[in-house]
């Protein structure tokens, strides 16, 4: 079975070929970060349009790679949400299209789904069941994953993301967007002991998230400061990372206690982190379990996670064939 997979959710537009039998046979990205920089975030229109330029010639990238042609695919697959209405409407146009044209299957694919199951794309790849921490732009969840559409969420942020945390952040300390990375980058060579910041819900004793407090304790400092110089800022993001990655950590050790279950999974764009994967590195030997990530590529948004699970709904679990674009969609 041979999959093409869409993903046009946000910033991202991805392609990819995803065939069951030979594993990933192309994939390509483009991304709009350049485009978006100067208005400091997404400008919605903006993407749906560049999204529109994108993707046909990405498919004709993708199908070059793998040496095949659009007669050779089985079934396409594209995000149909959450995400912004008019970008989704790209990649749900495109692929409809094309499986009308085709006559073959259009699978709609969840967006966090994608990224829950794109470290199955790697080796070694987790066995069912997991835990997956979703910590990406616009979600924080923590959820069991017992196999293909078995998904039971344990505990979600009460208001911003991880990641959104990240970048509103970094746009208080003056970084360019997305800040998460930059943030991260200047973090390492700060001195995460000068200032304490808060550890939002760290004892509340259940598996949700809240990160506007975080947030705002960042906003307050920058207020408090005489002067922002480079040493500071950089200070005021390893602080800023250590208390994300302490929260972070903790709930999900505690999901794998509460669950009894023996492997992690991350996914999302936070999941790039690397002060986050030592932290949960160090914590699976010291807890025994054992912990997974997607190849870097493919924490943030890309069209082979949208491939694989769309082919993994194809193999194992219920998928409609509908038309849809769905901004709001809970998993
Ligand atoms: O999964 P993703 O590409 O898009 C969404 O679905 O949201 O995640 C993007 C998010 C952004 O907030 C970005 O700042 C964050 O992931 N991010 C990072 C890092 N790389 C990307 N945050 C912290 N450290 C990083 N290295
Ligand atoms: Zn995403």
């Given at each position: 079975m041979l999959v093409l997979g869409i993903e046009s959710s946000c910033d991202e537009t991805g392609v990819a070929l995803f065939d069951t039998e030979r594993g990933l046979l192309a994939h390509r990205l483009h991304s709009q970060i350049a485009m978006h920089t100067e208005y400091g975030?997404?400008?919605?229109?903006?993407?749906?349009?560049?999204?529109?330029?994108?993707?046909?010639?990405?498919?004709?990238?993708?199908?070059?790679?793998?040496?095949?042609?659009?007669?050779?695919?089985?079934?396409?697959?594209?995000?149909?949400?959450?995400?912004?209405?008019?970008?989704?409407?790209?990649?749900?146009?495109?692929?409809?299209?094309?499986?009308?044209?085709?006559?073959?299957?259009?699978?709609?694919?969840?967006?966090?789904?994608?990224?829950?199951?794109?470290?199955?794309?790697?080796?070694?790849?987790?066995?069912?069941?997991?835990?997956?921490?979703?910590?990406?732009?616009?979600h924080t969840q923590l959820m069991a994953v017992r196999g293909i559409g078995q998904y039971e969420l344990l505990g979600e942020t009460v208001d911003d993301a991880a990641g959104e945390a990240f970048d509103k952040s970094a746009k208080l300390l003056g970084l360019g967007y997305p800040g998460g990375p930059a943030l991260s980058k200047l973090a390492d060579q700060g001195d995460a002991t000068r200032f304490k910041l808060p550890r939002p819900m760290l004892h509340s004793g259940d598996l949700d998230f809240s990160f506007s407090g975080l947030k705002t304790a960042v906003l307050n400092l920058v207020k408090q400061q005489a002067e922002l110089d480079e040493k500071t800022v950089a200070d005021i993001c390893a602080a800023f990372q250590e208390a994300m990655v302490e929260?972070?950590?903790?709930?999900?050790?505690?999901?794998?206690?509460?669950?009894?279950?023996?492997?992690?999974?991350?996914?999302?764009g936070v999941g790039a982190n690397k002060q986050l994967r030592n932290a949960l590195d160090?914590?699976?030997?010291?807890?025994?379990?054992?912990?997974?990530?997607?190849?870097?590529?493919?924490c943030t948004d890309n069209g082979a996670m949208i491939a694989f699970a769309g082919a993994?709904?194809?193999?194992?679990?219920?998928?409609?064939?509908?038309?849809?674009?769905?901004?709001?969609?809970?998993?």
């Open positions: 975030g997404v400008v919605p229109e903006l993407a749906s349009r560049d999204h529109i330029r994108r993707v046909l010639p990405l498919t004709e990238a993708c199908m070059a790679e793998a040496g095949l042609t659009l007669a050779n695919i089985d079934a396409v697959a594209y995000t149909a949400g959450p995400g912004l209405a008019g970008a989704l409407l790209v990649g749900a146009s495109v692929a409809n299209a094309l499986g009308f044209a085709l006559q073959k299957p259009v699978i709609d694919v969840h967006h966090l789904e994608g990224h829950l199951l794109s470290p199955l794309l790697s080796e070694p790849r987790p066995q069912f069941p997991f835990i997956a921490l979703l910590v990406s732009g616009g929260v972070l950590l903790k709930k999900c050790v505690a999901a794998l206690k509460q669950t009894g279950m023996q492997r992690l999974v991350i996914a999302g160090d914590a699976a030997k010291r807890h025994r379990f054992e912990v997974f990530y997607p190849p870097l590529a493919l993994m709904r194809l193999k194992f679990a219920a998928h409609s064939y509908s038309y849809n674009a769905r901004p709001r969609w809970d998993l």
